[in-house]
């Protein structure tokens, strides 16, 4: 591999786009079962030093031979040493990415989509509602308010996993609270040790007493979660430009022309898929769109 | 005659017995030549060196779910409308490599991109309808994008030469009049012909144009050819097989009634066998196919035509977003129709009628447009 050092601040070439970069797995760290973070880093060092992303964007991984799948960017948009992609092994390419080792490579492309638009509410309060592998993404936004805690009021952290042993960043929750940040986490189905409370996300809500006028929502998760913190939160009065989720589809290029992600008139890898409720709310209530 | 310098925008007279010189010169200029031309009774696009290859004297009778050629025995070289392929297989392959990778000889756990080898051929189509040039310039809004632009089809799509041919008697399901693309070319041709009895009246449309047309044994265009062109492309407007109805307000239209009942009553009729998505001539949906050697040497990406008729189309871990056909057909025609006028600011049809004639269920795109956007109290 011959390395070159380029003027490059994303892993995308305009007129090369299906073409990928390398990225060596500097370390996997396990974060529940079937859920691990790759760290990455560009081969090519003026790569991994430019590359910049926004909290939400996501990255085209691909394994040779076996395919591109897209995965969230989780670790720190100001960290430049390397990259994090917590991945949920559930189909081909995400198996084929589990047997991976540390030291092998993958190619990478990106960064794609919209983002969490963080600085764009800074003195607000953030509610950030998250549902099982919906949180990565959202640890971005995390990381950026505790390194700029005092640009924001009062943040919530609402998380819900299948079970206690399925919740991810567990250590880190924590760190998360000293920062002055409130962290309400949730199982589906507890066992014996669990003391919080069980149930869905949403549910979470009648637990808090959020600032209709100044709270924004930050939610990614099972669609079906999405529908009830839209629900939830516009019950709250929170207004459908400021509830923020993060949208699923099938993409196969990340850049808007091979037709997989379209939700009504978007391309959700182009135009998503962080999007205001209030963008999405003629298409997010049909039926199988 | 060429003494009398052409330049862009003249219309000149081809004689039909001429026509073979602008080929040849066209071969001589490098250009693979491609035209309609009769396979297995249906008319296709491929090579051709001569006026001779073409399906002279022959016309098509479509109907919904119905292609038939028929021999008329007239003396028109490009009186039959087009058959289910379309252009678009030229510079949007069915099947190309988008990547490929070495494993490095050195370590064999890394990979090298292989830079890609192929020579892109330069084609000259000939005989390319309205509504078909209409479909490629859609689809230049897809592919070559201010912020992208995709390397296989502007390699193909830049270097082309275009020679258009207006309709003058459209078939059974064409509605290209409806759709403002037909029957005659606006813009985006090299050439563009209208078939007379003896001669081809040809519009020059570029520099390429003119300078092919220069040295053939053109002739002025006299009135009288002007007018009969003029008079046939006017019947040939009154004639359209199908219309869709001002087209402009159905986006607002299906993206505000997407719950229509009429989704229902289609879905028993659609198989979602695809057809209609592969001989449209603007879709664009590809999938990725991984293409490796045994020896797990060499590993390649391919891009090939997928539909979202598809099951796997929408596909997503724990389902899939569009499970039933009502909401597959439902994403077809309101693309079509009405999200890619957000998308890429142009409907994504220009009319042609092909998915009409090919639909094994006879399933009509322009009733089920107007019986969408009929009001409808739950």
């Known amino acids: ?289 | 005659m060429s003494e009398i310098p052409l330049t862009i925008g003249t219309t000149v007279a081809l004689p039909k017995s001429e026509f073979d010189g602008l080929l040849n010169g066209l071969r001589q200029l490098g250009y693979e030549t491609i035209g309609p031309q009769i396979k297995d009774e249906a008319v296709i696009y491929d090579s051709i060196t001569s006026l001779a290859d073409l399906p002279r004297g022959y016309t098509s009778e479509q109907d919904a779910g119905k292609y038939r050629l028929v021999y008329a025995g007239h003396n028109n070289y490009f009186d039959v409308t087009p058959g289910a392929q379309s252009w678009k297989k030229y510079f949007f392959p069915p099947r190309s490599e988008m990547a490929a990778f070495r494993r490095d000889p050195e370590n064999p756990r890394r990979w090298l991109v292989e830079e890609p080898k192929a020579k892109y051929p330069l084609y000259a189509l000939i005989g390319v309808r309205p509504c078909e040039l209409a479909a490629l310039q859609i689809q230049d809004r897809v592919f070559l994008r201010e912020d992208l632009k995709d390397p296989i089809y502007r390699a193909r799509r830049q270097g082309a030469f275009i020679v258009a041919v207006n309709c003058l008697h459209p078939g059974g399901t064409c509605f290209c009049a409806s759709m403002e693309t037909g029957p005659d070319a606006k813009t985006g041709y090299d050439l563009c012909m209208t078939e007379l009895d003896d001669d081809f009246l040809v519009q020059i449309g570029s520099e390429a144009g003119r300078m092919a047309l220069a040295t053939q044994e053109w002739h002025p265009a006299a009135a009288f050819l002007l007018n009969q062109a003029k008079s046939g492309l006017e019947k040939a407007r009154q004639n359209m097989g199908r219309s869709i109805a001002n087209f402009r307000e159905l986006p607002e239209a299906l993206l505000r009634d997407m719950e229509n009942p009429r989704y229902d009553q289609i879905a028993k009729r659609c198989m979602s066998c695809a057809n209609c998505t592969l001989v449209c001539p603007t879709c664009f949906c590809w999938d990725t196919r991984e293409v490796n050697e045994l020896n797990g040497q060499r590993a390649s990406r391919e891009r090939v035509w997928d539909s979202c008729f598809n099951l796997e189309y929408s596909y997503v871990f724990g389902g899939n977003s569009r499970p039933l056909v009502r909401s597959r057909y439902r994403q077809w025609i309101t693309h079509k129709l009405g999200s890619w006028w957000k998308q890429f600011d142009t409907a994504g049809c220009v009319g042609c009628g092909r998915c009409i004639s090919w639909c094994p269920a006879a399933i009509d795109f322009t009733v089920e447009a107007a019986e969408l956007r009929k009001e409808v109290k739950p």
């Not at chain 1, 070159?4 to 974060?31: C, G, H, Y």
């Open chain 1, 1 to 289: 591999m011959t390395t070159r050092t380029m003027e490059l601040s994303a892993a995308i070439i305009p007129n090369k786009p299906m073409q990928p970069f390398w990225a060596v797995i500097d370390e996997i760290q396990s974060e529940a079962p079937s859920v691990s973070t790759f760290w990455l880093r560009f081969l090519d060092p003026g790569l991994q030093a430019g590359f910049r992303f926004q909290p939400g964007q996501f990255n085209m991984l691909l394994v040779p031979g076996v395919g591109e799948s897209a995965i969230s960017i989780s670790s720190s948009a100001e960290d430049n040493k390397r990259v994090g992609h917590t991945i949920r092994f559930v189909g081909n390419v995400t198996t084929a990415i589990s047997r991976l080792k540390v030291g092998d490579v993958l190619g990478v492309r990106g960064p794609f989509g919209t983002s969490w638009p963080i600085e764009k509410h800074v003195g607000q309060d953030i509610m950030i509602a998250a549902g099982g592998i919906g949180l990565p993404p959202l640890r971005t936004v995390i990381y950026h308010i505790i390194n700029h805690r005092s640009d924001y009021g009062r943040v919530v952290v609402l998380y819900g996993a299948r079970t206690p042993q399925d919740l991810q960043f567990t250590r880190e929750y924590k760190e998360w609270e000293k920062a002055g940040i409130e962290v309400v986490v949730t199982v589906d189905r507890a066992d014996d040790k669990w003391e919080g409370p069980v149930g869905v996300v949403p549910l979470l809500f009648y637990r808090l007493r959020m600032d209709p006028r100044k709270t924004v929502i930050f939610s990614c998760g099972p669609e079906i979660m999405l529908r009830f913190v839209v629900f939830e939160a516009l019950a709250r009065r929170i207004s459908s430009d400021r509830i923020y989720i993060s949208m699923e589809r099938n993409m196969k290029c990340g850049q808007g022309f091979c037709g997989h992600c379209q939700m009504g008139p978007y391309f959700v890898c182009k135009d998503g898929p962080v999007f205001t409720y209030a963008q999405l709310e003629p298409y997010f209530n049909v039926e199988d769109i």
